[in-house]
């Protein structure tokens, strides 16, 4: 421990371990107390991941710089006692997954223990297959603001990759969509031509449901075959893999409350998907794509950290400050997942239409009582028939009534924008990593452009492009989240040294 020798004398004891540091930058470092440094390496918790072989001595009344200090020691001890240790192991799951040369006893070493980071590579698979969903969440949007997305009335996996090509399979298509109540209520005019951009839009959101499900699956027992995956992440794989079954299994249960022919009873009744099913494929389609990011993030910084651990992990976590910002942007994110959902109901119930001014709904912030809470959208109407009592199932309206919808989905906006504003005056006040300021910055922008774009949607009456960039936007805005989050996350406790050079039996 020659650097940190330099600086500390020999009293108190206390251990560094890479756990008192989380991402960050030396420049972003204050002369650090010593005492602080110790009291929180002396807790119980972490102690159990210190290395012995990295035990310092402290001064408790010492107060050192600490970026010389931190940058020193970990350039030249931790760097080469610790993590020169971590790095022969993971040298040699490297080794044994193909990367660099090939071995043979670490081969059947590894493929039993399983390794200890992922290939960059997986990373990069992992954010593509990010890209690929955010990809389809786009044309899945538009398939719905153009109203195609009833116009395939079955599902066949492997039938159903080729569309129509002559003139009579068109025909023949066109003609089981007649039998269905969105065309005889809506689009009895419809010529063929209109038909065909309909069904093509839903077949390009089909086909490249496919496609994800293939660019996941294939690589994944790839990458598993060859020892690639560590134990987390394949069973994260396993994990996306059934998701994605899931999300196929729900887009056509979506579809399918569509083409209910009973539609055709009720003359009020709209031919359109459950809203309650909508936001479910949405909010999977959302889950999906935060664990293919998250995952992602995790192995690309994972590996970085490796190559140049000096860059990687300092900024004081042992500030309460920090952790509640922490906490702060990781329920903002949250949040701005909630938001999206309750847009989806928006966009089920068409529930843009119904006020088109902003911030006021008709006279005033909140639309009257009996409109945002009516009997109308109880699940009992034998009690409202009756005039009798209070109708049951008030709750209803959360979810059915379109006002209700649309008032919620405000709420709940202003509510993550104004939790952004926040996160981003907190940040302003903190010593953050140069990456965590950057994803705030970008999530501040995100916030109020997807805000702007929220209120011109509904100015405008939902414009196509207008809703699309929107139903993006909220992507967008999710993924600055999660790079955020990502960027306060804890590094993964090394392996105790002893642990790692004893050879095993
Ligand atoms: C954090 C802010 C917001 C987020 C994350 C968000 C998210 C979403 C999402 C995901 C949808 C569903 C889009 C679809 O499935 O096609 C949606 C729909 C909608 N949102 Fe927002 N939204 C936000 C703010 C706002 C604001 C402030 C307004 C206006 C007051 C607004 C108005 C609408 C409208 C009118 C729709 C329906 C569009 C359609 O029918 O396609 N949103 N929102």
Avoid at 369 to 378: F, G, Q, T, V
Wanted: glycine residues 8%; hydrophobic residues 40%; positive net charge.
């Amino acid at each position: 421990m020659l650097g940190l020798k330099q600086f500390i004398s020999p009293s108190a004891t206390t251990r560094l371990s890479r756990n008192a540091f989380t991402s960050g930058s030396l420049s972003s470092l204050k002369p650090f107390s010593i005492s602080h440094l110790s009291k929180f390496l002396s807790k119980p918790k972490l102690g159990s991941k210190c290395f012995s072989s990295s035990a310092l001595s402290l001064d408790a009344s010492q107060r050192v710089p600490f970026r010389s200090l931190v940058s020193s020691c970990l350039r030249k001890s931790i760097d080469q006692s610790v993590f020169g240790i971590q790095n022969i192991k993971f040298q040699s799951s490297q080794a044994s997954s193909g990367i660099e040369g090939s071995n043979k006893t670490d081969e059947s070493k590894n493929s039993s223990e399983g390794i200890e980071r992922c290939p960059p590579v997986v990373g990069y698979w992992m954010l593509a297959m990010g890209a690929m969903v955010f990809g389809i969440v786009v044309v899945g949007g538009l398939t719905r603001l153009t109203e195609s997305g009833l116009s395939i009335v079955e599902w066949n996996l492997i039938k159903g990759i080729k569309p129509p090509t002559s003139e009579e399979e068109w025909e023949r298509e066109f003609e089981k969509y007649k039998q269905f109540p969105e065309f005889k209520k809506l689009n009895s005019l419809m010529t063929l031509e209109e038909f065909k951009f309909i069904f093509f839009m839903e077949w390009l959101h089909r086909l490249w449901g496919r496609a994800i499900g293939v660019a996941f699956v294939v690589p994944a027992v790839y990458f598993f075959s060859r020892g690639r995956l560590t134990p987390k992440v394949a069973k994260r794989s396993l994990g996306l893999a059934g998701l994605i079954g899931f999300q196929g299994g729900l887009g056509w249960y979506m579809v399918k409350s569509g083409l209910d022919h009973q539609l055709m009873e009720d003359p009020s009744a709209v031919p359109r998907v459950s809203q309650y099913r909508l936001a479910s494929h949405l909010g999977t389609a959302f889950l999906l794509y935060v664990g293919f990011m998250l995952t992602g993030f995790e192995i690309l910084s994972d590996n970085k950290l490796k190559r140049s651990p000096q860059k990687g992990f300092l900024a004081p976590i042992t500030d309460p400050r920090f952790r509640a910002f922490r906490g702060h942007a990781i329920g903002t994110t949250v949040l701005v997942f909630i938001t999206a959902l309750s847009g989806a109901f928006v966009a089920g119930l068409d529930a843009g239409l119904v006020y088109n001014t902003f911030p006021n709904m008709g006279d005033s912030l909140i639309p009257p009582k009996e409109e945002l809470w009516s009997p109308l959208y109880s699940s009992n109407r034998k009690l409202i028939e009756d005039d009798k009592e209070t109708p049951i199932g008030m709750w209803r309206n959360i979810f059915d009534n379109p006002t209700t919808v649309q008032f919620n989905h405000r709420i709940l906006a202003m509510t993550t924008l104004s939790s952004i504003v926040a996160l981003y005056f907190l940040s302003r006040r903190l010593r953050l990593p140069r990456n965590a300021r950057i994803g705030t910055n970008v999530m501040a922008g995100a916030g109020l452009a997807q805000v702007s774009l929220g209120i011109s949607t509904l100015i405008y009456l939902v414009p196509v492009p207008l809703a699309a960039a929107h139903q993006s936007g909220s992507l967008a805005l999710l993924t600055s989240g999660l790079y955020l989050v990502h960027t306060l996350r804890r590094p993964l406790p090394l392996q105790a040294p002893e642990e790692s050079t004893q050879p095993k039996k």
